[in-house]
């Protein structure tokens, strides 16, 4: 299809208005720092926002626009550790031919371990996985370890591109939006600092694994070069991942180590699975 009628900029405008609505969106210095970032392919457009407020840590987002090939949208939100609260995660690429799309409330903690944190922010949002589930179905096999990361009302999609794809992701993100910033006005500051440190360092994990293992990364890099995309990643769209914490992507991940210590490049080390849905629709986890 002919992506000049479509654009990821009413997501990321829809958002910065409903948070505007509730709190206060000051701007991050990442913001002032790759503003005018410019693609080697000189017509890809670009927008880079990032902001803070009292209780959110960091609110980013990149848009690469090109109507000719692709459009991207990478849009996250995190909390201040004080609260346990989930990431809002919405990252879309968009071809002429295809849509790869994962939206959710991205859990701090693997939701099949932590029942209590599964029962404390999933369970009345079940619904909305339902209500995806016909137009924005499962997307198939993914990398194994990116389950968990993700929740039982992830929508995990690659479809044909169209239109109504487009709306109804745009229709799914307002509702995903929404929800987040429900539970992040609802958030109150956990007191015990054992456990603030627990959730700053379920945060440095997360932010861990996607500056080394997201799927955008060969984009990037050809877009701007490896330096500016190790910029970009390291110090942009996974801000934090440089002093949140202070373990490695082996500290958490030490599968991924080769004999002489560096990172296995492989995205997976399981492989990939997950044919199908695997929670259902009480947000059960139903794979074996
Ligand atoms: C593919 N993107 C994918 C896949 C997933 C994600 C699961 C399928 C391949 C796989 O299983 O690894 C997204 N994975 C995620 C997310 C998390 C995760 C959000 O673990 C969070 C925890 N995608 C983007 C951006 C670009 C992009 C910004 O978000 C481009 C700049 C591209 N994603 C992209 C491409 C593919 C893809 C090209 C297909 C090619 C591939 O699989 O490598």
Redo the contacts with the bound molecule.
Sequence with gaps: MDLSTLSYQKFVQFALEQTNLRTTLTPLPSQEKFKSLKANDNKSVLNAISFCAPKIKLLRS?T?EDSQSML???FAAFSKPEYDAPIF?A???TTPSRS?V?LDL?PLYDVTIHPDYKEKYYKKLMPLSEKYSELLPW?G???S??LK??SPIVI?T?VASSQLVHDVLFSAFVDYFKAWLELIDEATDEKDESLVLLNREAQHK?LT??AE????Y???KKLFGETLAKDLVRQFLFDGVDSLGSKTFLDYFPEYRLENGTVNKK??MVG?SYETRPWNSAGEFIAD
């Design positions: 990149l690469i991207v949208l990478d995660c990252n879309a690429f790869i994962v991205n997307g096999k993914l990398t370890e990116s990361f993700f995990w690659t997360y694994w996607r293992k997201d799927p955008g060969s984009i990037l995205r997976s990939k």
